[in-house]
């Protein structure tokens, strides 16, 4: 398994890795009436994100497939982190979160980050220390629940 920065290429994989958990991010399993978060999630934004300066994308590839992927926004909001399912369980997501972590550490954040996780990866983000930071959110047929991860370890 090899880290490597993402690159425009891992567009399509990346965006596929997120459509194959569309049915549990979305508040109709159908995708209906999260077309907006859709879109936001298709080949052609993760492309613009992975031009984007304000996106920082580590990739995780086995035997030339990719395994999973973390994306940090502005240096601070953990943007993307998906693992596929045959590598789920075994540390990969937070290998990336390690990763991902040190190299914006490296640029400058002082340890703070927030995500806003799908309901289903709470735990997750517990184990690496987020806690919740609003109640749970909503919109453009998703929900999520806003969480924060200070320096010092303790909730804002």
């Known amino acids: 398994m090899i ?6 290429a891992d567009a399509g994989p990346i965006a596929a890795l997120i459509a194959s958990f569309q049915s549990e991010l979305t508040v109709d399993p159908s995708g209906v009436g999260a077309e907006q978060f859709l879109a936001s999630v298709s080949e052609h934004a993760e492309r613009q994100y992975l031009e984007s300066p304000r996106y920082s994308f580590i990739v995780a590839e086995d035997s030339g497939i990719l395994a999973g992927f973390i994306a940090i926004r502005d240096n601070a909001h953990l943007f993307h982190l998906f693992v596929a ?13 390690g ?10 954040n002082p340890g703070e980050f927030t995500v806003n996780s799908s309901l289903n990866a709470v735990a997750v983000y517990k184990a690496f220390g987020f806690l919740p930071s609003a109640p749970v959110t909503t919109m453009h047929g998703i929900s999520f629940l806003p969480m924060r991860l200070l320096s010092s370890g303790h909730e804002a």
Request: include cysteine; aromatic fraction near 6%; hydrophobic fraction near 35%.
């Open 3 to 8: 880290l490597r920065p993402g690159t425009v």
């Open 85 to 97: 399912r045959p590598f789920h369980r075994n540390g990969l997501a937070r290998r990336l979160w």
């Open 99 to 108: 990763a991902a972590r040190e190299e914006a550490c490296h640029r400058g």
